[in-house]
């Protein structure tokens, strides 16, 4: 079945600790990208990436990192979160060329910095 | 500033054609217009997406006015499962790659 799928899909932490979410796609898309939802405010783009070791950042890309190792992983660094990253991730691939078609969606990750 | 503005709610009877507008108004001749819908806090699902021509699958039709500042998602029959946040969202183009902007929603509640 093709899916993005993300892990964990919850997760409480304390300030400062260092986590990790990971993101994998099975689908050989080129395209993968972070959003993150908080309400009132819809969706906001982190940090894409066009294609292995190519990234950048979006709209809203302090305090994250990224990698792009291979082609089907993505995953999200908070080296060191604070209250205000508290939200709702959502990893997402497209496979690039022509007109981007359909964006697919993980299921995303709920995070709560304490 | 905004890429894309959106009513934050809409109601519309069941069987009858719920029309959700959106304006973009500083899109540029090669940024895409896209929908998507969420139901509670899943993933978004695409809808469909279009440039400057009208466009029409399975599940809608988009109207792209011809200035492109503005675009009408037309679910033409909507039923109780249509009841969802509705995203216009624009695809920008630069020489690092393409942004996705999503504008803030449309809540469609779709009335029995």
């Known amino acids: 079945e093709a899916q993005v799928t993300q892990n964990p899909r919850y997760l409480i932490t304390v300030t400062g600790k260092k986590l990790t979410v990971t993101c994998s796609q099975n689908?050989?898309?080129?395209?993968m990208s972070w959003y993150r939802q908080d309400p009132g405010l819809g969706l906001r783009q982190i940090y894409y990436?066009?294609?292995?070791?190519?990234?950048d950042k979006g709209d809203v890309p302090e305090g994250y990192k990224v990698s792009r190792k291979e082609k089907r992983n993505f995953p999200l660094i908070l080296e060191s979160p604070s209250p205000n990253q508290t939200s709702l991730y959502f990893c997402?691939?497209?496979?690039?060329?022509?007109?981007?078609?359909?964006?697919?969606f993980g299921p995303g990750t709920r995070l709560t910095v304490l | 500033d905004a890429k894309t503005t959106q009513p934050p709610s809409m109601d519309c009877a069941e069987g009858r054609a719920a029309n959700l507008p959106c304006n973009h108004s500083t899109i540029s001749g090669n940024e895409y217009v896209y929908w998507y819908r969420q139901i509670h806090s899943q993933g978004p699902q695409y809808i469909i997406h279009?440039?400057?021509n009208n466009e029409t699958n399975e599940m809608a039709s988009l109207i792209i006015t011809e200035d492109r500042k503005s675009s009408t998602l037309i679910l033409p029959h909507a039923t109780l499962r249509d009841t969802a946040v509705y995203y216009c969202?624009?695809?920008?183009?630069?020489?690092?790659?393409?942004?996705?902007?999503f504008g803030t929603g449309t809540s469609l509640t779709v009335i029995p």
């Open positions: 969202i624009v695809r920008i183009y630069s020489n690092t790659g393409n942004q996705f902007y």
């Open positions: 997402a691939s497209i496979l690039a060329g022509g007109t981007y078609n359909e964006q697919f």
């Open positions: 279009g440039l400057k």
């Open positions: 689908m050989n898309h080129e395209y």
């Open positions: 990436s066009m294609n292995v070791e190519v990234t």
